[in-house]
């Protein structure tokens, strides 16, 4: 049972990206925040820390290929950050203690410097102009921090699944 929930879980915050994302701009304080929900990767990324670096890669790239085919016009960005990012997480276990907060504070590295990556993407073939410092402070900050709420609300319960699933597939194997 376990075994098929991780990838109905990923599935489902799949769907449920472009529904928060919705909320999305708010004004605030006079000026227009943009917060894009990394829900999918964030996810992955916890997989990768606390199951399988492989199995979150090919979700990655799974996922990622949705990604591109149904909310962008380019196919293979997010099919290769996804894996990537999924392998660097995955890697990181060996020097990294993998506590909830550390992993938390990681996942939300991983996801600053993927936003990056893609704005420097989008900026270079000239899709996006805004500047840089208004991009740090009207999107990746906002970004940031509704996905820090995100796993501040559901990270504990990502890492319980896991471990579950971790659990079982021991007890298949004895």
Same mark, same amino acid.
């Given at each position: 049972m376990v075994r098929f929930l991780i990838p109905f879980v990923a599935v489902v915050l799949f769907l449920l990206e472009p529904e928060f994302a919705l909320f999305s701009?708010?004004?605030?304080g006079g000026e227009t925040v943009y917060f894009v929900p990394r829900f999918v &990767? %964030?996810?992955? =990324?916890?997989?990768?820390i606390y199951y399988s670096r492989k199995r979150a890669c090919l979700y990655g790239l799974i996922f990622g290929l949705l990604y591109d085919v149904f909310y962008i016009d380019i196919i293979g960005l997010y099919s290769f950050l996804y894996p990537v990012?999924?392998?660097?997480?995955?890697?990181?276990?060996?020097f990294i203690h993998q506590h909830l907060s550390v992993t938390t504070i990681l996942s939300l &590295? %991983?996801?600053? =410097?993927?936003?990056v990556v893609l704005y420097y993407f989008f900026y270079f073939i000239q899709f996006t102009t805004i500047p840089v410092g208004e991009f740090l402070s009207n999107r990746l900050l906002p970004t940031i921090i509704a996905n820090l709420l995100f796993l501040i609300m559901l990270g504990w319960a990502f890492k319980y699944l896991i471990n579950a699933r971790v659990l079982q597939r021991a007890q298949d194997n004895s």
């Open positions: 701009p708010i004004d605030w &990767i %964030l996810y992955l =990324i916890f997989i990768s990012v999924c392998f660097i997480a995955g890697s990181s276990v060996k &590295i %991983l996801v600053a =410097i993927m936003e």
